[in-house]
């Protein structure tokens, strides 16, 4: 008996929609809500982390394995293994890169290897789109992104198709050469909306109704005073934020909260680590708020707090819809895993 399994390299992804973004958004939601139904398996995260402390971490690297299996319409388990080399960028590769397999639920023969870089990128950054959904203002005009890289980008994609109200964004990063060119490349794609690089921070924040996280700050550079009311404050990596921006909001809003403590980089993990947060003060998980279970926002008068780590399965369900598109389209290349 031989066994066949497809690989899909970083074109053929390409060509299956990955970068999809609205189709994106609607798998993360569709994982969120089967985490909640209880249709998934999230076994957690393994970081194999370079150095001893979370600081070498941001220098040196880690490879995360991810593994799960998500039902409904997916149907399928596997892993992404994904690579982060913080100091890629000085060899003009990129950060991130993915290796997602697809196991069939059934068998449990592997059907699948492909490029998951663009899943990883896009599913965060629809992760967020989500969350902007659900906890911004429906009005929310000004946006600030802190991090010009890949997830800066993605963000603002998601954003963008969830809250078309917004027409300021400010761009931070610690390398101001970064958010200068994110904002060149954004104004060429997005030409309605203004873009502002910015040195500091702190003005921007101010006038921003939803603050986008996503660097690798291992000191906060968001402070509790710079939030307005009504905001909505993502911290999407790791402690960038103060402990007083937590402490100041009115919800705090996770994707999934024992992944979250697990990983133990973002501000509310380590509040949980140190005793200052317990379980009971984290309002939702974005899937309880999708299935009607707990609300959202409220009133435009709340500051919430958003903290995301991510799960395997989000990758599975972004993948498994490029794979079954695959097959009905003969894309991809047949390898034979044994014969």
């Known amino acids: 008996m031989t066994h066949e399994l497809l690989f899909l390299n970083n074109k053929d992804m390409e060509k299956l929609g990955v970068n999809d973004m609205k189709a994106t958004i609607h798998d993360v939601k569709r994982a969120y809500i089967l985490t ?106 000004v946006m600030t992104i802190c991090g010009a890289g890949a997830q800066g980008r993605t963000q603002l994609e998601a954003a963008l198709i969830v809250r078309p109200t917004i027409k300021t964004v400010y761009v931070y990063d610690i390398r101001p050469e970064s958010s200068e060119k ?48 009504g905001c909505l404050l993502m911290n999407m990596a790791d402690y960038e934020v103060s ?35 317990k379980d009971e003060d984290i309002h939702a998980q974005l899937g309880e708020i999708l299935c009607g279970k707990k609300c959202g926002r409220e009133n435009d008068e709340e500051i919430i707090y958003f903290n995301a780590v991510g799960t395997g399965i989000l990758d599975l369900a972004v993948t498994t819809r490029c794979y079954k598109k695959a097959l009905e389209e003969g894309i991809g290349t047949k390898l034979k895993y044994w014969e």
Not at 206 to 228: M, Q
Not at 247 to 254: E, F, T
Request: aromatic share 6%.
């Open 243 to 277: 402990k007083n921006c937590v402490r100041k909001a009115s919800k705090i809003v996770v994707d999934n909260w024992e992944t979250i403590k697990h990983r133990l980089v973002s501000t509310v993990a380590i509040m949980a680590h140190e005793g200052e947060i």
């Open 36 to 141: 909640e139904q209880g249709d998934v398996l999230v076994p957690g995260k393994c970081v194999m982390r370079w150095g001893t402390t979370p600081e070498d971490e941001n220098v040196y690297g880690r490879i995360n394995a991810m593994p799960g299996m998500i039902g409904g319409e997916y149907n399928m388990a596997g892993i992404k293994w994904i690579g982060s080399g913080p100091m890629n960028y000085k060899k003009g590769l990129p950060r991130a890169s993915v290796t997602v397999i697809l196991n069939d639920c059934d068998t449990k023969l592997p059907v699948c290897i492909a490029d998951g870089t663009a899943v990883s990128a896009k599913r965060t950054g629809a992760s967020g789109g989500v969350a902007m959904e659900l906890l911004s203002r429906k009005d929310a005009s």
């Open 182 to 229: 994110f904002a060149e490349e954004s104004r060429a794609k997005y030409p309605d909306v203004k873009f502002v690089p910015v040195a500091d921070p702190e003005q921007a924040v101010r006038e921003s109704d939803i603050t986008v996280c996503v660097t690798l700050a291992n000191e906060p550079i968001v402070h509790s005073e710079w939030l307005k009311k």
